[in-house]
């Protein structure tokens, strides 16, 4: 069975930088792809980064391009956010996903396997 646990979130200044990490256990091999995704209240969750084991190919949403950097290390199942320059729009739960796969994409819809979320707030 497939599980995602997050970790890393927490309070920071604007400007500030955190790095989420999201451990998986019961993943084997290298098809499998994870995505970042964030929700506040009353909004829909939205994808921010996501990456492929099988072929790397980080994708990010606008709003976060040029601040936030995914990245994999496979042997430990481990995928890191890297989230630099934060705003205060950038509080929220965020969440990993995974599924089997090579294609990663920032749909919510593509993905079966889910953390609990880790709440990062910014503050101005």
């Known amino acids: 069975q497939v599980q995602l646990v997050e970790s890393g979130g927490g309070l920071v200044q604007a400007g500030g930088s955190l790095r989420l990490s999201c451990e998986a256990t019961g993943v084997h091999g290298d098809r499998w792809v994870v995505g970042w995704f964030r929700q506040v209240p009353g909004k829909e969750r939205e994808g921010v980064a996501c990456i492929s084991a099988d072929f790397g190919r980080p994708e990010y949403a606008n709003s976060v391009k040029g601040r936030f950097l995914v990245s994999m290390d496979n042997p430990r199942k481990t995928v890191f956010l890297q989230m630099n320059d934060l705003k205060p729009e950038d509080t929220a739960v965020y969440y990993c996903?995974?599924?089997?796969?090579?294609?990663?994409?920032?749909?919510?819809?593509?993905?079966?396997?889910w953390g609990q979320g880790t709440q990062v707030t910014v503050s101005s």
């Open positions: 996903a995974t599924r089997i796969g090579s294609i990663a994409t920032l749909s919510r819809v593509d993905y079966d396997i």
